[in-house]
């Protein structure tokens, strides 16, 4: 299995090879040019695509990852930012990436993040995406259309509250007493009737329904 690892940084690079398993082979790309030329000749060779964002010209760099998601949707992205940015989480994360990292992440936490990412999870943690959505819900503004929960039945409208809490599948699915496929079942109705794209644009969109009424 092949990551593609857009990477300028010797250092974290070398890092990565040291934690991943040795079943997983990492492709080195040292712009944005080649990790286009990569994925250009072969993007299903691909499992992961894993994002260092350096300092320099860190804005620029991370709306050229929405641009690169969005042209190679189905790549699991997960960044590695050097430095904390709320803004650019919340932005990242809203277009669909699935999940960030500190550069220098362990062996073992390396391994439950790729766990988390195939469960089709967002990497983040509970607190982390809990507390992104409370504290940028107010000031900036999401994808989704101006729509009311009111077509969706009483269990989606809680399936939905509770992934507004930052709640994952399998937590919701213990909180209503059934199965993580129906919860996916429920998630995949939900985004359906809200066009909400993803988690925390339905999580917006459950905290604009409550200030308006």
Same mark, same amino acid.
């Given at each position: ?19 991943? !398993?040795?079943? &997983?082979? *990492? #492709?080195?790309?040292?712009?944005? =040019? ?5 994925? +250009?000749?072969?993007? $299903? ?61 362990? !062996?073992?936490? &390396?391994? *439950? #993040?790729?766990?988390?990412?195939? =469960? ?5 943690? +509970?607190?982390?995406? $809990? ?83």
């Amino acid at each position: 299995m092949k990551i593609l690892c857009w990477n300028t940084n010797e250092a974290v690079w070398n890092h990565w090879n040291q934690v991943t !398993r040795s079943d &997983l082979t *990492l #492709v080195r790309a040292k712009n944005l =040019s080649e990790t286009y030329q990569l994925l +250009k000749n072969a993007a $299903e060779d691909f499992a992961y695509c894993f994002i260092y964002l350096e300092d320099e010209n860190f804005s620029e760099q991370v709306e050229q990852v929405v641009t690169l998601h969005s042209q190679y949707p189905e790549n699991k992205v997960i960044v590695f930012p050097n430095k904390a940015s709320q803004a650019a989480a919340l932005r990242l994360l809203s277009v669909g990436i699935n999940g960030q990292c500190q550069p220098f992440i362990g !062996r073992q936490q &390396l391994e *439950l #993040v790729l766990s988390v990412v195939d =469960s089709g999870e967002i990497w983040g943690g +509970k607190a982390f995406i $809990e507390n992104l959505i409370k504290q940028t819900a107010a000031v900036l503004e999401t994808e989704v259309r101006d729509v009311e929960l009111d077509d969706l039945s009483e269990r989606e409208n809680k399936v939905a509250h509770l992934v507004a809490q930052g709640l994952s599948n399998k937590e919701v699915a213990n909180n209503m007493n059934v199965t993580e496929r129906t919860v996916k079942a429920h998630l995949t109705a939900i985004f359906k009737k809200t066009s909400a794209k993803d988690r925390l644009s339905l999580a917006m969109l459950v905290q604009k329904s409550h200030k308006v009424h």
